[in-house]
């Protein structure tokens, strides 16, 4: 295989117990190349935080399924930039809000929460892998 | 096979000798006297060894195996980077590795830290942080601050792997500098055992001598283990067994002294209750704590504070507790005489092993969620462990050795911490665990026969 690729820290946040897709995104980046870190389902901030500050990752990428993603990922930035984790990417993904919303609307609020991107359901990863590529000039 | 051996404990107080006699897995006898560090330390040695020689007449011994905690212990820091992850993860290491951990640090260290750690009167640092591939940073400026300490005591180097040819660099210059596997290699994933030889082995050759206690190497082969380190090696073999003689399965030790009470525990800790979610980083599968706020002397005033009132009152009831702490904190070598005085004794120790335990065992965190109740652990789950043993003075001359530490098991009143709900109980009623520690580096099997003879159910 061809040098690794940098670090990214995988989890499903809150109290989401959704494993599948986390797996499924686990295997995936780490065939593309990438240092996967998984923190796994029922996963605080602070763990994410904490993990991509001893694995020096360059991104988290952050599941939420079952709809109080929102709620979970606030002031996931602050506490980032708190831990001295000034330039870490955040995108999250899955089913990030409740039911059916306008997802412009719902990507415009993860947008002000800090994240650098947010993706309706049903995207897969593959979409994570190729904006990872441009956000970081791979 | 040599037939006698002599193995020693260079106390913080006492040098304690315990003859053996292999063939027949007996102990000949025991005798002690006090620890002399100051001048020689073999003064001390020499004076139990007459007294031993009075009971037991002249006897040849094949090996003289020895264990210290004399002048301190073996004083040491942890550094690490995140304070759960590798700064914890340094932290049991040195643990088990039998050392007494002043402090531990994380993140970047500054000036006023490398100062403090400098006026520490340290044994050994150990420097980790970083996952192996992961955060070179912080160690680097670590390594940099340290390389500037002016009293060069030796450093361990347990991190990030690819950081260490930089480290190697800034060090270069550093008179004693060792470098081990990462104690944290992956996220979670505990490696202890690398860091722990490193440290025994820094201890034997270079702490040793620094003490004073090189002396005696001329005719004991090796000092070869912190005391604490032999209490724990006595505990795995007893836990898992050697090549020709089962263990007793999984087993806690509780070591109540005067300053501290160590908890040892010897088994995985997996969750037995459903739908827990293990979290955090990994429990070593031998792990020691040292609580340095509960003890039966110099820490009966910590104790006292440390203690919920409700548990000082179901313990100590009728009983002016401040005050008799206060006594035994200022009258550190007191011994009971009264029942009364035993009384307390035996009150404290249960408040030292109920907390102890407390702090050492896993817990069940219990979060309310939009969707209902989730369950986490952390640490170990040791509500099926086998057996809990006893050791120390309070448990070893108490009465009711059993209440004490009836103490340390699992209660209703406590659910969320997993603390064995009904094992076994055992009291070192002869003191051997040590001994036994040190024996076992050369005959696990003996160590192991002698354990089970000479340990007493109760
Ligand atoms: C299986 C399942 C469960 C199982 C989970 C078992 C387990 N341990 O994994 C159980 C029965 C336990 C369960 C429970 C619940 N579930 Co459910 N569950 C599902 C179901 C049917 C499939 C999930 C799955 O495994 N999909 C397959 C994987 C491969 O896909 P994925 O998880 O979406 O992940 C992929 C993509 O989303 C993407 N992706 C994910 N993260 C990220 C991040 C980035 C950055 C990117 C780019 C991409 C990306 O890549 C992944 C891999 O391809 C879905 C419905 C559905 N069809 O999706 C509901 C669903 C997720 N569950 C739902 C709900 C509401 C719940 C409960 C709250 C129900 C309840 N009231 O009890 C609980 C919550 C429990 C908890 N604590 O989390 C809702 C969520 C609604 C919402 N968000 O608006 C869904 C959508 C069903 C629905 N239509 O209502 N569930």
């Known amino acids: 295989m061809e040098i ?4 990214i820290v995988i989890g499903v946040i809150g109290a989401d117990c959704h494993a599948v897709g986390n797996k499924i995104i686990e295997t995936i980046l780490t065939e593309e190349g990438f240092s996967v870190v998984n923190v796994g389902v029922l996963s605080t901030q602070e763990e ?23 709620m979970d990922c606030e002031g ?62 791979l | 096979m040599e037939n006698n051996l002599l193995l020693i404990d260079f106390g913080s107080t006492y ?45 040849d011994f094949g090996s003289h195996l020895a264990c210290s905690s004399a002048a301190g212990g073996l004083k040491m820091i942890a550094i690490g980077l995140v304070p759960e992850l590798t700064a914890e993860a340094s932290k049991r290491a040195a643990l088990g590795a039998g050392a007494r951990v002043i402090k531990t640090y994380s993140f970047e260290l500054s000036k006023r830290e490398i100062e403090e750690i400098d006026s520490m009167k340290l044994d050994m640092i150990l420097l980790s942080g970083g996952t192996d591939g992961g955060n070179k940073k912080c160690i680097l400026h670590n390594a940099k601050l340290l390389s500037q300490i002016k009293n060069k005591i030796p450093i361990v180097v347990a991190g990030n792997k690819s950081a260490l040819d930089e480290i190697e660099e800034i060090l270069f210059n550093y008179p004693q500098v060792v470098f081990t596997e ?19 082995k820094l201890f034997f050759e270079r702490i040793i001598e620094a003490k004073g206690i090189n002396k005696t190497k001329s005719f004991i082969e090796n000092i070869i283990l912190p005391t604490p380190a032999a209490v724990l090696e006595a505990a795995k073999i007893l836990a898992m067994g050697s090549e020709n003689e089962e263990g007793l399965g999984s087993i806690i030790i509780v070591d109540i002294g005067g300053a501290t009470t160590d908890i040892h525990s010897i088994g995985k800790g997996d969750p037995t209750l459903d739908s827990v979610n293990l979290k955090g980083l990994e429990e070593p599968f031998a792990k020691r704590t040292v609580e340095g706020d509960l003890g ?7 104790l006292y504070e440390a203690a919920d009132k409700k548990d000082i009152k179901k313990y100590l009831s009728g009983v002016e507790v401040l005050k ?41 965190e219990t979060l309310y969620t939009p969707i209902g109740m989730v369950m986490n652990q952390i640490g170990k789950d040791t509500l099926e462990f086998d057996y809990m043993i006893g050791t120390g003075g309070v448990i070893v001359h108490s009465k009711n050795p059993e209440s004490i530490l009836s103490a340390g098991i699992f209660s209703e009143s406590e659910p969320d911490i997993l603390k064995p709900k009904n094992p076994k109980f055992i009291i070192d009623n002869h003191y051997i665990l040590s001994a036994m520690g040190l024996l ?17 159910n109760i």
């Open chain 2, 440 to 456: 076992a580096q050369k005959y696990p099997t003996s160590a192991l026969r002698m354990m089970k003879k000479y340990l007493k």
């Open chain 2, 324 to 364: 008799e702490c206060e006594f035994r904190h200022n009258t550190i070598d007191f011994v009971p005489l009264s029942e009364h005085d035993f009384k307390v004794d035996e009150g404290l120790a249960k408040l030292a092993t109920h907390y102890s335990m407390n702090r050492h065992v896993g817990r069940i």
């Open chain 2, 182 to 200: 990462n104690v944290m290699p992956k996220l979670n994933l505990i490696n202890v055992e690398p860091v722990r030889e490193e440290i025994r």
């Open chain 1, 48 to 70: 994410f935080i904490n993990a991509a500050l001893e694995t020096d990752a360059k991104a988290i990428f952050i599941s939420s399924l079952y709809g109080h993603g929102e």
């Open chain 2, 296 to 302: 039966m002397r110099y820490s009966a005033l910590s």
């Open chain 2, 15 to 59: 040098t304690k000798l315990t003859a053996i006699d292999l063939i027949n897995e007996e102990i000949i006898g025991t005798a002690k006297d006090i620890t002399t560090v100051e001048s020689d330390i073999l003064e001390g040695y020499e004076k139990a060894l007459s007294k031993l020689k009075e009971k037991i007449g002249c006897i």
């Open chain 1, 76 to 137: 996931m930035r602050e506490k980032c930039q708190e831990a001295g984790l000034d330039d870490i990417l955040l995108y999250v993904g899955g089913n990030i809000v409740v039911g059916k919303q306008g997802f412009e609307e719902v990507e415009k609020r993860f947008v002000s929460l800090g994240f650098n991107r947010a993706y309706p359901p049903g995207t897969p990863i593959h979409a994570g892998i190729r904006d990872i590529k441009i956000d970081l000039n």
């Open chain 1, 4 to 7: 690794k690729l940098p670090t």
